[in-house]
């Protein structure tokens, strides 16, 4: 069994409008890769959030009393505060320079992965932008993956990710945040181990552990290498969704 993970080149700097599919097909040319079905494409939020048109100048947002409150009490933007909330179903918690959210996709993450970094909009201070999460990635993973099969002929998959911190753990790991295509989860119970036993617990982020591996090939700052082609992804390919990964409330026992 073996995994290649290898980052396309020539990738350009991404604007509001840009079609990723045709992006991704002229960089596999480039790259020399020869697409094969199973194959996935590992994409970069920020990346499909530019082409989607979700940079927002904070200078045409005006934080509710909610907001200032919020950003009062953790040090941050209250303009940026303001956007936290509206892309939030609930705040969890907080403390000076981080907010905690579920965010309005259903997954628990700090800021609601609003992101400041490489992001820049014409005539404004860098600072001045922020980049939101797409507004349905798992829509967004599917639309690019039916383009590129449509131009190759060839069956993949797609997966969108971003960076997250973890609970009880320092630094922040590459996770799925919307796929097409691609499993989220395997369900391995019933399966036996080396020894006979039957598994009865283990079920496999699989979606996730993809996402960590494309992210170390990715990187975080200025490689400009924001998809990655997978070959040797050891599960069979379906239709997933970011929902199989969201744990119920019921389920939860941190909230």
């Not at 940026?80 to 509206?86: P, S």
């Not at 998959?157 to 989220?184: E, K, Y």
Request: a negative charge; one cysteine or more.
């Amino acid at each position: 069994m073996s995994l290649t993970l290898t980052s396309l080149i020539n990738i350009p700097i991404i604007r509001h409008g840009d079609n990723l599919a045709d992006v991704i097909v002229a960089s596999l040319r480039d790259s020399n890769v020869v697409l094969q079905d199973n194959d996935i494409f590992v994409i970069a939020q920020k990346i499909v959030s530019k082409a989607e048109g979700c940079m927002v100048n904070l200078n045409t947002i005006t934080p509710s009393p909610r907001a200032l409150e919020l950003a009062r009490k953790t040090e941050k933007d209250p303009r940026v505060v303001e956007l936290m909330l509206r892309e939030s179903n609930e705040v969890l918690r907080t403390r000076v320079g981080t907010i905690i959210v579920e965010h309005r996709l259903g997954f628990i993450c700090a800021n609601a992965g609003i992101d400041h970094s490489n992001v820049a909009g014409a005539g404004d201070s860098v600072e001045e932008w922020v980049l939101l999460l797409p507004a349905d990635p798992d829509g967004s993973s599917r639309a690019i993956r039916e383009q590129i099969e449509s131009r190759t002929g060839r069956k993949i998959g797609v997966l969108i990710i971003d960076s997250h911190g973890r609970a009880w753990r320092n630094g922040t790991a590459g996770v799925a945040i919307g796929m097409s295509g691609v499993p989220a989860v395997v369900d391995r119970r019933g399966d036996r181990d080396l020894f006979g036993y039957t598994l009865r617990v283990t079920t496999i982020g699989a979606a996730d552990e993809l996402a960590a591996a494309a992210s170390l090939v990715m990187g975080q700052a200025d490689e400009g290498t924001p998809v990655i082609h997978v070959r040797g992804f050891p599960y069979p390919l379906r239709e997933g969704s970011i929902r199989e990964l969201i744990r119920p409330k019921e389920q939860d026992l941190f909230r």
